[in-house]
């Protein structure tokens, strides 16, 4: 870093680069101009506070702030530091964990399309400080929340908690609110492959409302996909004698599925309405034995050309995603309202089956899951299909 004599005309005269440079004044030691890649040029004065910590304060920005008034704002800033005097500190045990919420989500997240959702879960990550001073707030706290989150075994939604709560400690860094960045070096609690990407409810939402302007043979199959969380082929395969309308659900048997095992799935008021409308006007029609197919004999295929369908649908900026995506979302959301993740595994039909349990264990096993998987997936048809997307925790 370069240090000059500068004026007003060389500061003017000086050129933005590929990466962005400081060059010092000479006459006031600690005061510097940055120069950022767009041409943007700042005043920055750095001075350690007498026995205190080095300080970095933005100035503000030239020429709205010319040469001669960030020297003067510079010699303020050193007489307060060599008195020890600490601007800093002070505003920082002023801003609680909160009020820095509040000025984050003015600042940017109510610019974001996931807003809501990112404040969401900030706020549950740091409930336990939300009163507290910011200046308070160390990384250890943030990575506890992050472990205690995976070692429940929702590996994913602790990576999302990580992101979120690290994109919050760099805004608090940069505004001033904190010595140091105490969100780098945050462990994330897995590796995530590309299939990991994780929906959030907007854009379940999104695709789910997406539907209504696609063909009246696919919105009904993605629109089905969505609520039961079932696998693609499950529900493209879905057939007539497969839905029991007394008990409003499907049963899936071991043939079809992929753990050759035979799978039950409710049916939530929205799914059910879904398949109610395949059922014959008169008891003399013949009911169809497939509901999504094209031949009348396989069941419909194309979903690759639906999808594309559906993405010029969605918003510009949505992330790319997978129908694999959808069972993600909802394992993860679900998770965040409190669902068990036993009964969350058993309606994705992930159970495991490394014990051998007698056969009248496992009927009762399965027996004691079926209310609480109907409630969990009637919660997450209210989450979906309602006009908010406010997720109610469901844990007792």
Known sequence: MSR????????AALKPKEKRYDVSDSLRVGLRVRVAPSGNKT????????GGQLRSHT?????VISLGEAREKALTLEKEAMEGIDRKAEAATKQTVSTVLDTYEKLHLEHLRTGKERRRQLNTALAKHLNEPISKLERRHLQEFIDKTAGAGTLVLANRYK????????FAWRRGYTDHNIGAGLSNATREKPRDRVLTLEEVRAIYDATELISPLWKPLIRLLILTAQR????AGLRYGEIDFER???DLPSARTKNGKPHIVHLSDPAFALVEAFKPENDNETPPDLLFTTTGTTPVSGFSKVKSQLDKLLPEDMEPWTFHDLRTAFATIMAETGASESVVDRI???AASGS???AVARVYNQSQQLKPRAAVLDHWAALVTQETADVVSIAS
């Open 4 to 11: 000059v004599r500068l004026t007003d005309r060389s500061v």
């Open 43 to 50: 005043w920055v004065f750095e001075k350690r506070i007498r």
């Open 59 to 63: 100035l503000g920005r030239f020429p």
């Open 163 to 170: 992101a979120a709560l690290s994109a919050f400690a760099g």
């Open 232 to 235: 693609r082929n499950d529900i």
């Open 248 to 250: 409003q659900r499907i």
């Open 348 to 350: 994705l039909n992930h």
């Open 356 to 358: 051998a349990a007698s």
